[in-house]
């Protein structure tokens, strides 16, 4: 039989791993996964690569090493088609930087297709958005982010030697989880560049707007946890501006809409999700308004039970009539949910389990100065809210637990131990 994933995010490599310790290993299945990039990266780590915390040369994972490890296959592709009649998906051809074929258009034969596309950052039709603002989607996106920011920083240097009154203006939209670390990140950047030779560099010279169109930050967790991270952000020096609505993007400002201009050196766009359209429009799959793939309770689409959908991608309406939020730890469960079905399918079981999402809480770090969140979700009748060191630790599990999904014990102690080494041995932050 073969299986096919496609998107090797948190939880499609999740679940290709296990598929191929189980399966691949025995011969029972063969495991294929498909993504557009050659390594893997932790998604909710992605604002620390742009900030320059974490180097991606060291801590990605590359998807062929991986494979080989685990046994399971590894194809690099983008997806562009889905024939449910033929049960065949469509590659798009691979091209390098030169615009050269290096891979041509390919099929791949399924018996179980998995869907673990992720999402990525909604601009709800903003125009201007596209063309003068950065996301943070992809490692590439991250990593050109964080060049920006050196050759920023070096300028406002250079320029603070003549002028003391010069800033450096970076303006955020959105202020879910990652636009709120992020601007954490950037304060934590900006105070560590002065021990790598940039002495001119003033805590005041530096100018971050955090905007948010609703009344608070950080809308879908707990007021309490939104309070306590504003509160937070305010004394690192953040302008956070709430029920601010931006109307258009332009370059070097947004726009709101009563036409007051947010001047910026670096404008980020991090608001809202969806899943891009060419991948509703490449099957007659059900989809909602953000594109999502509706699926039943067993995580099966509703229109083919061949085909799984998981994490961002998919829109899973638990039995109180909201949906299942797009989370890390959403893309976990549904992974070890969807791993279960396969192999209830595999023993030739009806594939009836289904699905129940399990709120553990919300925990949001901001980066080495406090860490806030929720603990236990809907475990309990209501939610402990813990920060600092506590919920410091709490945060650097969830990495671990992934970590562990992937590695097991022993690789995932080893690369703790190697953690702290490189913590002694490299820089504080990524120079380059």
Excluded at 373 to 398: D, P
Aim: glycine share 8%.
């Amino acid at each position: 039989m073969n299986i096919v994933i496609v998107g090797g995010g948190a939880g499609g490599l999740e679940l290709a791993t296990r598929l191929g310790r189980k399966f691949g290993r025995r011969k029972k299945a063969n495991i294929t996964l498909i993504d557009r990039n050659n390594t893997h990266l932790w998604k909710p780590l992605l604002h620390e690569v742009a900030s320059g915390s974490l180097d991606m040369g060291v801590d990605s994972l590359s998807y062929r090493a991986h494979a080989y490890n685990h046994h399971f296959r590894f194809k690099l592709g983008s997806l562009s088609g889905i024939d449910r009649n033929t049960k065949t998906i469509t590659l798009a051809s691979l091209t390098d930087e030169e615009d050269q074929e290096v891979l041509p258009e390919r099929k791949v034969d399924y018996d179980i297709l998995v869907l673990a596309l992720g999402s990525v950052t909604n601009d709800f039709g903003t125009p201007g958005v596209k063309e003068h603002a950065l996301f943070l989607d992809a490692a590439t996106q991250a990593e050109k982010f964080h060049t920006k920011l050196l050759n920023g920083l070096l300028k406002l240097n250079k320029n603070a030697e003549q002028d003391k009154s010069a800033v450096y203006r970076i303006a955020i939209v959105g202020a879910g989880a990652t636009g709120v670390e992020l601007s954490a990140e950037l304060h934590h950047t900006f105070n560590t560049m002065k021990a790598y030779g940039l002495n001119e560099l003033k805590p005041s010279q530096l100018k971050i707007s955090l905007i948010e169109a609703g009344p608070r930050i950080l809308p879908a967790l707990p007021e309490r946890i939104s309070a306590s991270a504003h509160k937070e952000l305010g004394e690192l020096g953040v302008d956070v501006k709430t029920n601010t609505l931006v109307a258009r993007g332009e370059a070097g400002a947004f726009i709101t809409k009563d036409d007051q201009a947010i001047e910026a050196d670096l404008l980020v766009w991090a608001a809202g999700i969806k899943v891009p359209d060419q991948f509703a429009a490449m099957s007659d799959l059900e989809t909602n308004r953000i594109n999502q793939w509706q699926v039943k309770p067993t995580l099966q689409t509703t229109l083919d039970n061949n085909i799984y959908a998981l994490g961002d991608c998919a829109a899973c309406i638990m039995p109180d009539g909201k949906q299942v939020p797009p989370r890390a730890q959403s893309a976990h469960q549904m992974a070890s949910h969807v791993y279960l079905n396969i192999a209830r399918q595999l023993k030739g079981e009806p594939a009836d389990k289904e699905y129940q999402y399990t709120d553990y809480g919300s925990l949001v770090n901001l980066s080495r100065y406090s860490t806030v969140g929720s603990l236990m979700g809907n475990l309990s009748k209501g939610s402990m809210m813990i920060e600092g060191r506590i919920a410091r630790l709490m945060y650097v599990s969830l990495y671990r637990l992934h970590q562990l999904a992937l590695h097991g014990w022993v690789r995932t102690g080893l690369r703790m131990v190697s953690d702290r080494i490189n913590k002694i041995i490299r820089p504080r932050l990524k120079l380059h």
